[in-house]
Each structure stands twice: as structure tokens, then as C-alpha cells.
């Protein structure tokens, strides 16, 4: 009669054993296939870590960047962030530069150039601009009846006041000099904008490039 609890007592010592046995295998199998080496493939173009952002996509900044100004025929359409104009035959569009939207070098003199400025809260008025102009040829201000009788153009739709003089460049802060100098330019007030189209240079030169320059206000556009 004492036989049947020495049978479960051995029973029971017997079934957690196994269990862990099973457990091992188990254990066992899995850290088997874990360990298992496999060689990686990899799918499509090999991979440079440290290639460059033009090696990787074939792209680089220049594929962006604006052409360099260069000579251009007459008649061709250039264009800047805001205009739209045909550059003059021999006449260079240069990169933008501070208060230059579209930056122009007049063909015949690497000191000869025209440029477009626009200028918020009216840019000081119309008269300070005209005689701050006249400063730079060292001539004496304008008054206020000779600005008025000042003749005007049309420029992109809207009137612009002609100034055309000629004397010494003293340059934009004064410090130049140049003897024989003009300028030939438009000064148009619409709103709180003043819009300025310059062009400086020797003489002889701005006579010759007159017609030239009056093709390029004829063919502005602002965009949109």
C-alpha cells in the first residue's frame, strides 16, 4: 500500500527534469539558428559613406546656380529674380549685387554700368535722389522748379523722370575721380517704391550705348 506515493514522488521529481530538458533544446535550437552566419547582399548601387552629396545623386550646387554673366546678342531675353529685359549687343549681365537687381556692365569699359535699384518708403522722395545724382558728378543740386520740368519717360507702364548730366565722378561716396563722366537715368516713384534705372560711365561711351539703353527701358518687364 505504500508503493503508489514512492511511484508520484518519483513521477513528480521526473516531469520537472524533463521540462527542463525540453527547455534546453529548445533553448539550444534557437540560439542555433541565431548563430547561424549568413553573408549580406546588398541590392542595388553599392553604398559610399563617404561619397559626397554630388557622387551620391548625381546633383551638385552648380546644376542650380544662375549663369554667369557673359556677353549676350541683341535681342536676347534676360532675366532677374523680379525682371524681365533684353540685354543690349556687348553688354554683360553680372550677378546681382547690394541694391542692384539686375547689375549691368555697359559694352566698351569694365567702368561703365547700369543697374536697377527700388528702394521702399518712397526711397527718401523724388528730389534728395535727383540731387544726391547731381552730387556724385560734383554738379550743383536742382531746384525744385527745374526738377518739375525734368522730362519723363514711360518705364514698365508707368512715368519716369529723365536725368541726364555730365561732370566729374566722384563715385558713391565721393572718394573717385573721373573727369568727363555722365549719367543718364530714370527715377520713378509708384506708391512707396522708388525704382531707379543708372547708367554711368565715361562720356564718349554713354553717347555711343544712348540708343542701346533706351532699347533696354523700351524692353522691362516686371514679372507678373
Given at each position: 500500500m505504500?508503493?503508489?506515493p514512492?511511484?508520484?514522488?518519483v513521477l ?10 525540453a527547455?534546453?533544446s529548445?533553448?539550444?535550437?534557437r ?6 552566419s ?5 541590392v542595388?548601387?553599392?553604398?559610399q ?6 557622387q551620391?545623386f548625381g546633383?551638385?550646387a ?6 554667369s554673366?557673359?556677353?549676350?546678342g ?5 532675366a ?5 529685359y533684353?540685354?543690349p549687343?556687348g553688354w554683360?549681365?553680372?550677378?546681382p549685387a547690394?541694391f542692384?537687381?539686375v547689375?549691368?556692365?555697359?559694352a566698351?569699359?569694365d567702368n ?5 535699384t527700388?528702394l ?6 523724388l ?6 545724382w547731381?552730387?556724385q558728378?560734383?554738379?550743383d543740386?536742382?531746384t525744385?522748379?527745374q526738377?518739375?520740368?525734368l522730362p519723363?519717360?514711360?518705364?514698365m507702364?508707368q512715368p519716369a523722370?529723365?536725368?541726364d548730366i555730365?561732370?566729374?565722378w566722384?563715385?558713391?561716396?565721393g572718394?573717385?575721380s573721373?573727369k568727363?563722366w555722365?549719367l543718364?537715368g530714370l527715377l520713378?516713384?509708384t506708391?512707396?517704391?522708388?525704382r531707379?534705372l543708372?547708367m554711368t560711365g565715361p562720356?564718349?561711351l ?6 542701346n ?7 522691362f518687364?516686371a514679372k507678373g
Amino acid at each position: 500500500m505504500q508503493v503508489r506515493p514512492i511511484r508520484a514522488s518519483v513521477l513528480a521529481l521526473a516531469l520537472p527534469f524533463a521540462f527542463t530538458l525540453a527547455a534546453c533544446s529548445s533553448k539550444e535550437a534557437r540560439e542555433s539558428e541565431v548563430r547561424e552566419s549568413k553573408e549580406y547582399e546588398p541590392v542595388g548601387k553599392p553604398v559610399q559613406w563617404n561619397a559626397s552629396d554630388e557622387q551620391r545623386f548625381g546633383i551638385s550646387a552648380k546644376d542650380f546656380a544662375a549663369p554667369s554673366g557673359s556677353a549676350q546678342g541683341a535681342g536676347q531675353a534676360t532675366a532677374s529674380a523680379a525682371f524681365e529685359y533684353e540685354l543690349p549687343t556687348g553688354w554683360l549681365a553680372l550677378p546681382p549685387a547690394q541694391f542692384r537687381e539686375v547689375n549691368l556692365r555697359v559694352a566698351g569699359a569694365d567702368n561703365a554700368e547700369c543697374y536697377v535699384t527700388t528702394l521702399g518708403g518712397g526711397g527718401g522722395g523724388l528730389a534728395p535722389n535727383v540731387n544726391r545724382w547731381c552730387g556724385q558728378l560734383k554738379r550743383d543740386p536742382l531746384t525744385a522748379e527745374q526738377i518739375a520740368a525734368l522730362p519723363t519717360v514711360t518705364w514698365m507702364g508707368q512715368p519716369a523722370v529723365l536725368l541726364d548730366i555730365e561732370g566729374e565722378w566722384g563715385g558713391m561716396s565721393g572718394d573717385a575721380s573721373a573727369k568727363d563722366w555722365r549719367l543718364v537715368g530714370l527715377l520713378q516713384v509708384t506708391g512707396d517704391k522708388l525704382r531707379t534705372l543708372k547708367m554711368t560711365g565715361p562720356r564718349e561711351l554713354i553717347a555711343k550705348e544712348l540708343e542701346n539703353f533706351n532699347k533696354l527701358v523700351a524692353s522691362f518687364r516686371a514679372k507678373g
